[in-house]
């Protein structure tokens, strides 16, 4: 699992850890019954304080995504792909809005932009 945090974005940090976390859901990257790795392990990893990742894996424990094994780890739950199926056109819509906007500084029309997209999504482009 790869987070990047991007300090120059309005997001707070825990947002986009969480939403990364949520987005290797939904891809498969991190399956089912995955162990995710302890606070302080991840927040060190990452340069955050251990209540940022706390508070990630509390809210994702509370909406589901999550699961405990008492002091034995933090996983990722069966139930997680199932619920991220619903959330999937809400994850690539806030990508699709910050396309947008940009598109929309930089002058691009709507047509040049649909051309672009179809363009990247008939070459495979990795995201």
């Known amino acids: 699992m790869d987070i990047k945090i991007d300090y120059h974005n309005t997001k707070p940090v825990y947002k986009q850890i969480k939403e990364q976390i949520k987005y290797a859901i939904a891809t498969g990257e991190l399956k089912p019954d995955y162990r995710l790795p302890p606070i302080r392990t991840l927040a060190s990893q990452l340069q955050v304080n251990p209540g940022t990742i ?74």
């Open 54 to 127: 706390q508070r990630v894996y509390r809210e994702l424990l509370s909406e589901g995504y999550l699961y405990t094994k008492g002091s034995g780890g933090t996983y990722i739950s069966r139930e997680a792909p199932v619920i991220l199926a619903h959330e999937r056109q809400q994850i690539i819509t806030e990508d699709i809005k910050t396309c947008v906007s940009k598109a929309k500084k930089l002058g691009l029309d709507i047509h040049t932009l649909h051309k672009l997209i179809d363009k990247e999504w008939n070459n495979d482009a990795q995201c």
